[in-house]
């Protein structure tokens, strides 16, 4: 990439807040012209990708990281509070071994409360095994009632990302 790409790139990476989501990470940033982002970041050999598409309609992001946790409720309020979507789907893949160490999987929470933000409601749920011992879990939560979507809509536009 270009100086001003790169450039443009670690100041998303910072401004957004996405930073703070791999917090000692190396990262790899890149800013797309006209519109995108995309991040791929390696701590202690677990690795994280972040890629967004930013559209007036519709926007997408998404979130990936293989890093082992027990319980993974913090980093999913933290990419919620970062993100703050309308609709989020959480996937969690794994061996059925590697999955038994989650002591909390974050599909059977039927709600998600960001502090400081709002709650998401759980709309379905799916579990499967798949190639001998691959278990994957799949839970689909939408905003609540409760939480403006005209509030969002102007915290995204109030904290859009703008090329340098």
């Not at 926007?59 to 946790?69: C, I, N």
């Not at 059925?96 to 160490?101: D, F, L, M």
Request: charged share 20%; proline share 5%; aromatic share 8%.
């Amino acid at each position: 990439p270009d100086k001003e790409d790169a450039a443009a790139a670690k100041y998303m990476t910072a401004a957004s807040g996405i930073d703070n989501l791999v917090p000692g990470a190396i990262i790899d940033d890149r800013a797309f012209d006209p519109c995108g982002y995309s991040m791929n970041a390696i701590l202690y050999g677990s690795y994280t990708t972040v890629h967004i598409t930013p559209e007036q309609e519709c926007s997408y992001a998404s979130f990936e990281t293989s890093t082992p946790l027990t319980s993974y409720s913090a980093l999913i309020n933290n990419v919620l509070s970062t993100f703050r979507p309308m609709r989020v789907v959480v996937t969690l893949t794994g061996d059925a071994e590697g999955i038994a160490q989650v002591v909390e999987n974050p599909i059977d929470n039927k709600t998600i409360h960001v502090p400081g933000f709002a709650a998401y409601n759980r709309s379905s749920a799916s579990f499967t095994k798949v190639e001998g011992d691959c278990v994957v879990s799949m839970g689909n939560w939408e905003i609540s009632a409760e939480h403006d979507p005209s509030e969002l809509r102007e915290h995204r536009k109030t904290n859009r990302i703008q090329s340098i």
